[in-house]
């Protein structure tokens, strides 16, 4: 198995799989509906809706990385605002996030590990540290999510 096959699953773990800490972002996000998604449990602080959205546009921009673009988010693609808070644009933002993911996976297959230890794009972090930083971004948002379900839960119980 090369290291960029161990990076790939462990990404695909903490996305749809059976992940040592607990339950993937997709398991979480399985029964979550829009209004839960939008909720805020302060101003402060980003919904479910907003998190799935930014972890999409990171796997995005990994993806454009690999391509030789040097992706970079300004503030309204970091973290897109919701306009639309209907199930069908919900179901759209899931989508996105899958998208996202089964894009970076595919890539992944075409990566050899010799990349590994090379900037991903001039100026930039390793190819190796950026893909861990994939899957360490997708696993602390995860957790995010699975609190503000959580916190979402209590208070319509």
Same mark, same amino acid.
């Given at each position: 198995?090369?290291?960029?096959?161990?990076?790939?699953?462990? $990404?695909?773990? %903490?996305?749809?799989?059976?992940? /040592?800490?607990?339950?993937?972002?997709?398991?979480? =996000?399985?029964?979550?509906?829009?209004?839960? %998604?939008?909720?805020?449990?302060?101003?402060?602080?980003?919904?479910? /809706?907003? $998190?799935?959205?930014?972890?999409?546009?990171? $796997?995005?921009?990994?993806?454009?990385?690999?391509?030789?673009?040097?992706?970079? $988010?300004?503030?309204?693609?970091?973290?897109?605002?919701?306009?639309?808070?209907?199930?069908?644009? /919900?179901?759209?933002?899931? %989508?996105? =996030?899958?998208?996202?993911?089964?894009? =970076?996976?595919?890539?992944?297959?075409?990566?050899?590990?010799?990349?590994?230890?090379?900037?991903?794009?001039?100026?930039?972090?390793?190819?190796?540290?950026?893909?861990?930083?994939?899957?360490?971004?997708?696993?602390?948002?995860?957790?995010?999510?699975?609190?503000?379900?959580?916190?979402?839960?209590?208070?319509?119980?």
């Amino acid at each position: 198995m090369t290291e960029v096959s161990r990076i790939q699953e462990q $990404l695909r773990r %903490a996305m749809q799989g059976d992940p /040592w800490h607990g339950e993937s972002l997709r398991e979480i =996000l399985k029964d979550i509906d829009a209004e839960t %998604a939008s909720s805020k449990p302060a101003a402060a602080v980003h919904s479910i /809706w907003e $998190l799935t959205l930014h972890v999409a546009a990171w $796997l995005e921009a990994v993806s454009e990385r690999l391509d030789g673009r040097p992706a970079g $988010l300004i503030d309204d693609e970091n973290f897109p605002p919701v306009r639309d808070r209907s199930d069908a644009a /919900w179901r759209q933002a899931q %989508a996105r =996030l899958n998208d996202g993911y089964t894009r =970076l996976d595919a890539k992944l297959n075409a990566v050899p590990d010799a990349r590994l230890e090379t900037s991903i794009v001039e100026g930039k972090a390793s190819t190796y540290i950026t893909l861990h930083g994939a899957v360490q971004h997708l696993v602390y948002h995860a957790g995010q999510i699975a609190l503000l379900k959580k916190w979402h839960r209590s208070k319509t119980t």
